[in-house]
């Protein structure tokens, strides 16, 4: 299996300010077809999760230039360059290489 | 626009069944991928089952491999997980996923005596 730990855990940013989201996965996420299957997702209150970044880095339809993921093999990170009050919830890094598994979340709050 | 509504829950004693469905609209159904994730209270998201496109194969995550079984009837435009042998473990919500895209608001479902 697969583990996905992402860190930290909990994350209290000044609105405008940037934040980091790190995932390291156990196993490399590189397939022979040349893709990497590294997601992220966010996880508003009260609402089901919602897609941000496929493929490491590829952001999804609507979603704000101000998130960008980056990393390879099996380091990762997901950053917003400025945070906004709409981007508190969990957020989750996912791996799609070997079944699917879901890293830990990290809690993000506005200081 | 992609429609999924997930349905079935409900509250089982340990060791019994219970048969969640997921109607999808919005999109040609049998040209995707679903998948049922998990949330336990308060807890983070699991992954647990994903049929192909053509329901030609099936995967599952370790905790409910052999317990749980996920199916699809294109003709209703439906996915299905079958549960049994029902733990307190198993008590989350239930969301379905097309491609881990676009997702359902869940069903909850509680394991209790």
């Known amino acids: 299996d697969i583990v996905m730990t992402q860190t930290p855990l909990s994350l209290s940013v000044t609105l405008g300010q940037p934040a980091s989201i790190s995932c390291k996965s156990s196993q490399s996420l590189l397939r022979s077809d040349g893709k990497t299957y590294l997601y992220w997702y966010l996880q508003k209150p009260g609402q089901s999760p919602q897609l941000l970044i496929y493929?490491?880095?590829s952001r999804f339809i609507g979603v704000p230039d101000r998130f960008s993921g980056s990393g390879s093999g099996t380091d990762f990170t997901l950053k917003i360059s400025r945070v906004e009050a709409d981007d508190v919830g969990v957020y989750y890094c996912?791996?799609?290489?070997?079944?699917?598994?879901f890293g830990q979340g990290t809690e993000l709050e506005i200081k | 626009q992609v429609h999924l509504v997930e349905s079935g829950g409900g509250v089982v004693q340990p060791g019994g069944s219970l048969r969640l469905s997921c109607a999808a609209s919005g999109f040609t159904f049998n040209r995707f991928g679903m998948h049922w994730v998990r949330q336990a209270p308060g807890k983070g998201l699991e992954w647990i089952a994903f049929?192909?496109?053509?329901?030609?194969?099936?995967s599952y995550a370790d905790s409910v491999k052999g317990r749980f079984t996920i199916s699809r009837d294109d003709s209703k435009h439906t996915v299905y997980l079958q549960m049994n042998s029902l733990r307190s473990e198993d008590t989350a919500l239930y969301y379905c996923?097309?491609?881990?895209?676009?997702w359902g608001h869940g069903a909850r479902v509680t394991v209790s005596s």
């Open positions: 996912m791996q799609g290489i070997y079944l699917h598994s």
């Open positions: 049929i192909r496109s053509d329901g030609s194969s099936q």
């Open positions: 493929e490491v880095s």
């Open positions: 996923a097309r491609e881990l895209v676009s």
